[in-house]
């Protein structure tokens, strides 16, 4: 299809930053050593943790930011294919820890950031500025 002119607003996105290095470690040597070969229950755990870590900074009123509205069933319904791809790719992340040694899963996230930006040109004619931040 024909690449005209890219769509540009004024407003730029900000990405995700990358995870910790001792993240990335904890979470291999974790992999690696988990008695029970279910890796689903440290990504468990791990999102528990999130969540009771959101909920406290939403209660307590600790950051301005943490707000959120209260929990609907059907939104939650809405969103459930989208949450169970989520949960899909964090098997699959966990998987690789598991199996591959860091500096190779460090390869296939780059890999990925690449095929992203990539795909967002092709389909959504996005296109990332020279300073960092990518204008839609």
């Not at 996105?13 to 470690?25: D, S, W």
């Not at 755990?45 to 059907?74: G, I, M, W």
């Amino acid at each position: 299809h024909g690449h005209a002119r890219p769509k540009t607003h004024d407003m730029p996105t900000t990405p995700q930053p990358p995870p910790p290095p001792p993240q990335v470690l904890s979470n291999k040597a974790l992999a690696a050593t988990f008695p029970i070969n279910i890796p689903i229950m440290l990504v468990v755990f791990q999102c528990v943790a999130a969540v009771v870590l959101v909920e406290c900074a939403r209660k307590f009123r600790l950051h301005p930011s943490v707000t959120y509205k209260d929990f609907n069933l059907d939104i939650a319904l809405k969103w459930l294919p989208v949450n169970v791809c989520f949960v899909a790719m964090l098997m699959t992340s966990f998987m690789s820890f598991k199996y591959l040694n860091v500096p190779m899963i460090t390869v296939f996230k780059n890999l990925t950031n690449v095929i992203i930006v990539v795909g967002d040109w092709y389909w959504h004619e996005q296109v990332s500025g020279q300073a960092g931040g990518t204008h839609w």
